[in-house]
């Protein structure tokens, strides 16, 4: 059973570095084919595609993010880690990790309960 | 501003079918087979109803169908039941540079 789950804090003061983890359960990382994105989702608002990391470290970025945005992994411990710098208010919403398991990663079959940060001072 | 195109609104009563659009370009939708559909019901996670324009994940109901044409891919919802009620997501791949863009949402509400 595919199971993902995200975890960082809840809230963030503007300007600092947001660190959410990952934890997999059910597949690994390593496999051949494998990916792991992260999308987000403002309160009310549509979801935004943030980024996906392959089983083979090769890393996409949303174009208008990818400034700010470092995906990682560490297979050993079943992980994936996405880390945003310079948190604004605008920057506030769920967090979610997904199995990218279909389409080579261009859609998600499995995704977590997603993890609600908020961005204030 | 999203960069797929769908009605913020969309109904129909018990029993109807209801489809609901989905606009993006050539560099997208129009380009690549790999659109994409999710149910969101309130406070959950989305859930994936349709990827690659039509094909239907194990244990989709298959009154939830997908197709395309050009820049536009549709859901039809066929048969709707109260369960339906819920937003729903397009997505598409755009290339290797913008990798993967949604939609707005459109809410769907069974009469």
């Known amino acids: 059973q595919i199971t993902l789950k995200e975890s960082g804090p809840t809230l963030v003061k503007p300007t600092q570095t947001l660190t959410l983890t990952c934890t997999l359960s059910?597949?690994?990382?390593?496999?051949?084919?494998?990916?792991v994105g992260w999308i987000r989702q403002p309160p009310g608002k549509a979801l935004e595609w943030l980024a996906l990391?392959?089983?083979?470290?090769?890393?996409r970025y949303s174009p208008s993010l990818n400034s700010r945005l470092t995906i990682t992994k560490d297979t050993s411990k079943s992980q994936v880690v996405l880390t945003m710098t310079n948190m604004d208010p605008v920057d506030t919403g769920t967090y979610y990790c997904?199995?990218?398991?279909?389409?080579?990663?261009?859609?998600?079959?499995?995704w977590g309960q997603g993890t609600l940060v908020t961005v204030s001072s | 501003q999203s960069a797929l195109t769908q009605p913020p609104s969309a109904s129909g009563s018990p029993g109807q079918s209801v489809i609901i659009s989905c606009t993006g370009t050539?560099?997208?939708?129009?380009?690549?087979?790999?659109v994409s559909w999710y149910q969101q019901h309130p406070d959950k996670a989305p859930k994936l109803m349709i990827y690659?324009?039509?094909k239907r994940p194990s244990g989709v109901p298959d009154r939830f169908s997908g197709s395309k044409s050009a820049n536009t891919a549709s859901l039809t919802v066929s048969g709707l039941q109260a369960e339906d009620e819920a937003d729903y997501y397009c997505?598409?791949?755009?290339?290797?540079?913008?990798?993967?863009?949604f939609g707005g949402g459109t809410k769907l509400t069974v009469l």
């Open positions: 997904a199995h990218g398991g279909c389409s080579g990663g261009r859609c998600y079959n499995y």
């Open positions: 059910g597949f690994s990382l390593s496999t051949n084919g494998v990916g």
């Open positions: 990391i392959y089983w083979n470290d090769d890393q």
């Open positions: 050539s560099s997208d939708v129009g380009r690549y087979n790999y």
């Open positions: 690659e324009v039509s």
């Open positions: 997505s598409s791949y755009a290339g290797s540079d913008n990798f993967v863009v």
